[in-house]
């Protein structure tokens, strides 16, 4: 291969990104040499196997790839922002497309969420831990050697561009010859065996590890959704697994699963990609749910009303969510009987949708609300997430989705639906959780200026969509003749776009601002929490409860302030068994970028030595029998400042 054919080239923007990724890669080393903070970095951060941590990375993770994702959407915008635009060529765009969807799906969104659960459910559950600290580490790096990977597809090799879906036959080797889709396939069947695993390990956490007293029905809703979120993840991943190997084995070992040619199926691969793929909106939906039912309980000072009908609505939403794939294709040729079976499940969802939302209004009603940046994120979401509701009943209707189909008018919905879900819902559980993390409080300020640039972008952006699709544009369009009237809406849109982008940047503005210089809360408890993660200190401890909780009601923390039952007591604390720290994880995941580099090119030997590290790897856990280390009673004392009582 020539080095020409290896590296991308040919294009400014190109080099562009290359001069940034060598500028900041040297720029960290310089920074981690100068104030000599290498062997920082290995212990505390890269062998980490703390839950909350590891939730931290999977956050920082997200909040960088929302800035790569972000800068593919507004320069998607640019491109369409006036007719014959010629800022992306055909080929780029359909790169910086497919690209947008998958960073801004699977490593944007679900790290986000995914970030939030490890820092949060096992203190709202009152454990000192998650099952399996191991295999959390092995988790993130997973999945962060599989978002590495996707994203040097940008510079190294080509990108994939046959759009997010990468459907067949347009993702075989007959019509996408270069390595692109290979790096589809093989980053995200990583990435995705990390989210796999983290769905397995949260299902049995929440399962077994709950505090003394604390019953299913007593759990904290972010809990319930995390609880309901990985058993879809349990469901639905592996049929994105079996799909993404069997793709691998159609472009790198020439076999015919989904190919036009020797009998394949290319519509086998729509049917396994969307049963994966519309669990996975209610993988990213449903915990933003969670977070949404604790910032508007909290901040309205009222207990969560209709809590139990919150939790069967989700786990109908779930069930829901597997019986609806056929939507994705309802002009592809059905029967009327399939079309009908499949529009009724998918309306059927509006039901619980719509419960959940009665709830949360009906928990503000009469409630003392406060108006922090988390409150008004949730806010936000209401009439947002309705607007993408109600357009979602629409394209639910088969008949009436021959119109819409393949439209604006889908795009719109789709990110009204995703957007003001699991974006403002992800920002809302940053600002509401940021001081158990951190140990100190967002600035306030700075957070509602970002907020209101954030949504009034947002709308400016994506409801003249609707309207564009309704005209008649359809997506994956480079560009457009000028006498179709769709200049105005087009402009207006790309204009919002950039106002969102501002919006991010307010926001990044905030974290480096509240870091250094604001007046900061650095209170336990700053928004007079009711569940048990505001009882630890902020931020976390390692151990993270001096002493466990017993659970008597849900809402657990706010009763226990009402009894004055927040004091620990000396004489009830032992000595706390913690795990130790291990370097297996990082350097297996960089094993398993080094296999998935070579598969990608297709150069076998390197991925046999990555697969033969990831064994090497899994032997040496095998061996190690590390039983991992107690916080003596003394330290825990000096932690939480108490005095007296025995050690």
Same mark, same amino acid.
């Given at each position: ?120 459910? /096992? ?36 990108? /994939? ?387 466990? /909780? ?54 076998? /030997? ?42």
């Amino acid at each position: 291969m020539k080095l020409d054919e290896f590296f991308v080239t040919g294009e400014p923007m190109i080099y562009a990104a290359d001069a940034a990724i060598a500028m900041t890669v040297i720029g960290i080393v310089f920074v981690l040499t100068y104030f000599k903070k290498w062997k920082w970095l290995w212990t505390e951060w890269l062998t980490t196997v703390d839950h909350k941590r590891l939730g931290v990375m999977y956050i920082l993770s997200a909040v960088l790839m929302l800035f790569r994702g972000g800068i593919d959407g507004i320069m998607m915008r640019m491109q369409l922002a006036f007719p014959g635009m010629n800022i992306l060529d055909e080929h780029h765009y359909n790169g910086v497309f497919t690209a947008h969807g998958v960073i801004m799906i699977l490593f944007m969104a679900m790290p986000f969420i995914i970030g939030l659960m490890n820092v949060i459910v /096992p203190l709202q559950i009152g454990a000192r831990d998650v099952a399996y600290p191991f295999l959390n580490a092995i988790s993130f790096w997973t999945f962060f050697m599989g978002a590495m990977l996707f994203n040097l597809s940008f510079v190294i090799g080509g990108a /994939p561009d046959a759009g997010w879906t990468s459907y067949f036959p347009l993702a075989g080797k007959e019509f996408s010859e270069g390595i692109g889709n290979n790096f589809y396939a093989v980053s995200l069947q990583i990435a995705g065996a990390g989210t796999l695993m983290t769905g397995i390990n949260f299902f049995v956490t929440i399962l077994k590890m709950r505090a003394p007293g604390m019953t299913m029905m007593k759990m904290p809703m972010f809990t319930w959704s995390i609880f309901i979120t990985s058993i879809i993840i349990i469901f639905a991943f592996p049929v994105l697994t079996v799909a993404l190997a069997l793709m691998t084995l159609d472009r790198v070992f020439g076999t015919a699963f989904f190919t036009m040619a020797n009998g394949g199926l290319p519509m086998m691969w729509a049917n396994l990609f969307w049963i994966w793929g519309h669990p996975e909106v209610y993988i990213v939906i449903l915990p933003v749910f969670g977070v949404f039912s604790e910032v508007i309980s909290t901040h309205s000072r009222k207990n969560l009303f209709g809590y139990k009908a919150m939790v069967v609505s989700m786990v109908g939403i779930a069930f829901l969510s597997y019986l609806v794939w056929v939507h994705h294709f309802f002009t592809m040729g059905n029967s009327p009987s399939v079309n009908s079976f499949f529009s009724i499940t998918t309306m059927l969802i509006a039901v619980p949708t719509g419960v959940k939302i009665f709830n949360w209004l009906f928990t503000m009603y009469k409630g003392r609300i406060k108006f922090t940046t988390a409150m008004l994120w949730s806010l936000a979401f209401i009439p947002n997430f309705v607007i993408g509701g109600v357009t979602g009943v629409m394209l639910a209707m088969a008949s009436a989705d021959y119109q819409y189909h393949n439209s604006y008018f889908l795009i719109a919905h789709f990110h009204y639906v995703l957007i003001s879900g699991t974006v403002f819902g992800c920002f809302a559980g940053l600002y509401f959780w940021y001081p158990k993390i951190f140990g100190h409080t967002l600035n306030e300020k700075l957070g509602k200026i970002s907020f209101w640039i954030f949504v009034v972008g947002f709308n400016v952006c994506f409801f003249p969509q609707f309207f564009l699709g309704l005209d008649g544009m359809t997506r994956r369009m480079q560009t457009y003749a000028d006498n179709l009237g769709w200049n105005g809406l087009n402009l207006v849109s790309t204009i919002g776009a950039f106002l969102m982008g501002l919006g991010f940047f307010v926001l990044v503005v905030n974290l480096l601002y509240s870091a250094w210089k604001n007046k900061r809360d650095t209170a336990n408890d700053p928004w007079d929490g009711r569940t048990l993660e505001w009882w630890t200190k902020s931020p976390v401890q390692a151990y993270n409860f001096a002493v466990i /909780p017993h659970v008597k009601e849900m809402d657990a923390f706010w009763h226990m302030k009402k009894r004055n039952e927040t004091e620990i007591k000396a004489e009830d604390l032992k000595p706390i068994h913690l795990p130790s720290n291990s370097g297996v994880p990082f350097i297996s995941g960089i094993f398993w970028f080094i296999g998935g580099f070579g598969l990608v090119f297709e150069w076998m /030997p390197m991925a046999i030595l990555g697969l033969a590290g990831i064994f090497a790897c899994m032997l040496a856990r095998s061996f190690d029998y590390d039983p991992g280390f107690y916080v003596k009673v003394d330290e825990i004392k000096k932690v939480e400042g108490i005095t007296g009582g025995d050690k």
